[in-house]
């Protein structure tokens, strides 16, 4: 895939349900891809990966200092973004448009903030333990939110927002939007501890898997008694060798079945990249007796899309520019990422076919560090 030339469109040219990739702001004279006209105004820069096109719209991305917004999900056209410390929101890029969350302080495991103690500013209980820490904000900005997933678009009364959230490890959260707090989900009574990796919508219920390769499964029909159960208790087979996985609704059987993503990586110690993806496998939960995972050679005409975003996958036929039978990615490995040095590179599109990865765009070129590119670039597919 070679690079793509910027072009510059309108907002109402982006309507359309085709996935777009939103990189970092571009302000002043200076574009992500090249020179614009845009004095001292602000623009959110997005790449449409179907035609190759970039795209300038002015406004967008939640304002202020683009450096320090961090996006932990994106489903339904809305990012949710950490931003001013210790507010969260929904945003939909392209519009501006905003939806409160509860703030990181109503967490009931928050017992304290205090802003003028800078760096300190939070007083966090660890679960499973008595002793409190103190943490500062840009742990809770980058580090306390490990991915989200909502049920419902996030302007209909009924959305749930679910969140993995860290707290000695990772757990699930789930709040509504404009609500006042979040509430905690248990975990079943023989594990006190599961770090959570994914979390989807799927059939009217919550299901995240961890970092084991278990799925289970949130049972929210009473709000201020949520349970969480093992939907199963089994990993794919060589899931101990991947470094995340990825829950998403089949796209050839109209999401009726369950399917699982899993990521392989590969330290590069002798090159400044530090890290890359080499590959992924597909895999299909056998829902009626629940027996394990059935490996998957190929997904059809459709590709998959995957990092902070809530998993999905569109058609290639509907979509010519998109390669079938493929995985994009972006990199969402908070884990790996050297503040202020390396983090944000590990983008491209594997092919199920050839097994080989492809750049999404010549990223040397479009960045002026292209192994440091913040914020992260996340995928969002417009609602119609």
């Not at 709040?175 to 509430?183: F, L």
């Not at 995340?244 to 392989?264: A, F, K, N, Q, W």
């Not at 995957?306 to 969402?332: C, E, K, P, Q």
Request: charged share 20%; aromatic share 12%; proline share 7%.
């Amino acid at each position: 895939m070679g690079a793509a030339d910027p072009e510059s469109e309108q907002q109402g040219r982006l309507g359309e349900s085709t996935p777009l990739l939103m990189l970092p702001h571009c302000s002043s004279t200076r574009m992500i891809s090249g020179n614009c006209d845009s004095g001292s105004d602000r623009y959110c820069c997005f790449y449409d990966v179907a035609n190759r096109r970039f795209h300038h719209i002015h406004g967008g991305g939640g304002g202020g200092n683009p450096s320090v917004v961090v996006c932990r999900g994106s489903a339904f056209g809305w990012l949710f973004m950490v931003h001013q410390i210790p507010s969260i929101f929904l945003l939909n890029p392209l519009t501006g448009s905003q939806i409160p969350l509860p703030p990181i302080t109503s967490f009931p495991d928050v017992l304290d903030y205090n802003p003028q103690r800078r760096n300190f500013e939070f007083v966090h209980r660890l679960d499973g333990e008595q002793r409190l820490v103190v943490q500062g904000r840009t742990f809770f900005q980058e580090r306390f939110f490990r991915k989200t997933a909502v049920s419902a678009e996030p302007t209909a009364e009924d959305c749930v927002v679910m969140a993995i959230r860290f707290n000695n490890n990772y757990r699930l959260a789930f709040c509504r939007p404009g609500g006042d707090e979040w509430s905690l989900v248990p975990n079943p009574e023989e594990e006190e501890k599961i770090p959570f990796m994914d979390v989807v919508f799927w059939k009217g219920k919550f299901y995240a898997v961890d970092c084991c390769g278990r799925v289970v499964v949130a049972d929210l029909s009473l709000l201020h008694r949520p349970k969480l159960s093992f939907h199963l208790n089994l990993a794919p087979r060589d899931f101990v060798n991947s470094e995340h996985p990825y829950l998403i609704p089949s796209p050839d059987e109209g999401g009726d079945r369950l399917m699982m993503v899993t990521r392989y990586m590969q330290l590069v110690a002798a090159s400044p990249r530090g890290y890359r993806t080499v590959k992924f496998n597909v895999y299909k939960l056998d829902d009626e007796d629940r027996k394990g995972w059935d490996e998957v050679a190929s997904i059809g005409d459709f590709a998959i899309f995957v990092g902070f975003n809530s998993a999905f996958s569109v058609s290639t036929r509907d979509h010519s520019g998109l390669i079938s039978n493929s995985i994009y990615f972006t990199d969402d490995f908070i884990d790996w990422h050297q503040r202020h040095k390396l983090g944000g590179h590990d983008m491209g599109v594997y092919s199920l076919n050839t097994r080989a990865v492809k750049p999404l765009y010549s990223t040397s070129s479009l960045h002026a560090n292209p192994l440091l590119i913040s914020p992260l670039p996340v995928w969002i597919l417009p609602s119609n």
